[in-house]
């Protein structure tokens, strides 16, 4: 069955292109079964990038922490190891100074011939950030990431030298910088405090999200769409939303499977086997938002299971998506028609369930978009349901 059957009464982004995101894993320990070491397994990390690309995932994020594998570094080999998969490299402003960072990126774009996105992690956690020595207050993080952005994109686009000083960096004479291969490299940042928002409404050109109920997100969206706005900007920061399905053949047994997940989740985290945890009440509002929204109930809207977020005290994205493949794509093409333009899926069995994805989510996805394109009617991936906010859309 069909509804709404004009493209005109149809969300602005329900027929437009959408991307969709993975992270790529460097070893096959999950938080489901964990693995004692934490090195990198080359033939597993093959492996994985093939089958994001054979998947039809379009990016892949490679995060970074104080114990994890450095980001540049991974993102450089993904490259090389795809021919179309956009590498995001996860940066930490404390980590690296602007003007190298720059090189770094520009360095990873021209390798890639125009792939490179970075993503911008001001900070959530004073433990975490104390681990490589810094100490900025948490109330300053997101001014050095502003500054950040602006002498990244000057690196990239000034034809002489230039010169800064601000209150985090400052330099005499630099550049001009080693150049992107065509454009300037896409910024992106995340972050659900009030200078979050600010930053990203003002200089970013994505904003992403934790998966949260569409209500929520929708009120977030137009938010930092606002802000865009009333900065003077002609256009708006494209929309990353985060989720991690759960799916089987029927939507009882993923519903089965994911009370089983959760309840190894828990397990995993109580022993800290995975990785290094701070079970204390988290810092950034991100957590804060993903725990209270557990706290309230357990599933909102078509398909969004907040018990996941709860069993690692809302570290990370971690709320899932639970049911048959197509019960997860009609949930992911209402935050679409919300106006998600990127949409990261990755799951708790990592490498099996992105392959699973790529089989059975993507295309039913990109199916609906494509009916609306030729149509311009939702097609039966969207029959009504109680929990979508039908018609309501980004302008």
């Not at 972050?191 to 569409?214: C, K, N, R, V, Y």
């Not at 759960?246 to 995975?274: C, M, N, P």
């Not at 333009?341 to 699973?356: E, P, Q």
């Amino acid at each position: 069955m069909t509804a709404d059957p004009v493209l005109a009464e149809l969300p602005a982004t329900a027929s437009g292109d959408v991307e969709f995101i993975s992270l790529t894993h460097t070893n096959a320990s999950t938080e489901l079964a964990p693995v004692s070491g934490r090195g990198i397994d080359l033939a597993y990390v093959r492996r994985y990038v093939r089958a994001l690309e054979d998947g039809g995932f379009d990016l892949t994020l490679l995060p970074y922490g104080s114990n994890t594998p450095d980001s540049f570094v991974l993102a450089s080999a993904v490259g090389q190891l795809s021919e179309r998969i956009k590498p995001i490299v996860a940066v930490r402003p404390n980590t690296v100074f602007p003007t190298v960072a720059a090189q770094q990126l520009a360095t990873l774009d021209q390798l890639t011939e125009g792939r490179a996105v970075v993503h911008l992690i001001s900070g959530g956690s004073d433990a975490e950030q104390a681990r490589q020595g810094d100490y900025l207050p948490k109330s300053e993080r997101y001014a050095r990431t502003a500054e950040f952005i602006e002498i990244l994109r000057r690196s990239w686009t000034e034809t002489e030298p230039f010169s800064h000083e601000g209150a985090h960096y400052r330099f005499d004479g630099f550049g001009p910088g080693f150049p992107p291969y065509a454009a300037p490299i896409p910024i992106s940042i995340g972050g659900q405090s009030d200078a979050a928002f600010d930053i990203g409404g003002t200089t970013a050109d994505i904003f992403s999200f934790w998966g949260e109920p569409l209500a929520d997100i929708k009120s977030q969206i137009e938010r930092i769409d606002a802000i865009a706005a009333a900065s003077g900007r002609l256009d708006r920061p494209r929309i990353w939303v985060t989720f991690r399905p759960i799916i089987d053949r029927t939507d009882e047994l993923a519903w089965a499977k994911a009370h089983t997940y959760v309840e190894r989740i828990t397990q995993t985290f109580q022993a800290g086997s995975h990785r290094r945890r701070d079970k204390n009440a988290p810092q950034n509002v991100g957590s804060q938002r993903s725990l209270e929204f557990a706290r309230r109930q357990e599933i909102y809207d078509r398909a969004l299971w907040t018990r996941t977020a709860a069993a690692t005290n809302g570290q990370g994205a971690s709320t899932a998506l639970v049911g048959t493949p197509e019960t997860v794509a009609a949930a992911i093409v209402d935050y679409i028609d919300l106006g998600a333009s990127l949409v990261s899926i990755r799951g708790y069995d990592t490498l099996n369930d992105a392959i699973d994805y790529g089989r059975y989510v993507l295309p039913l996805v990109r199916q609906e978009l494509a009916h609306r394109r030729a149509t311009g009617q939702r097609g039966r991936l969207q029959a009504d349901h109680p929990g979508a906010l039908a018609g309501v859309g980004r302008p």
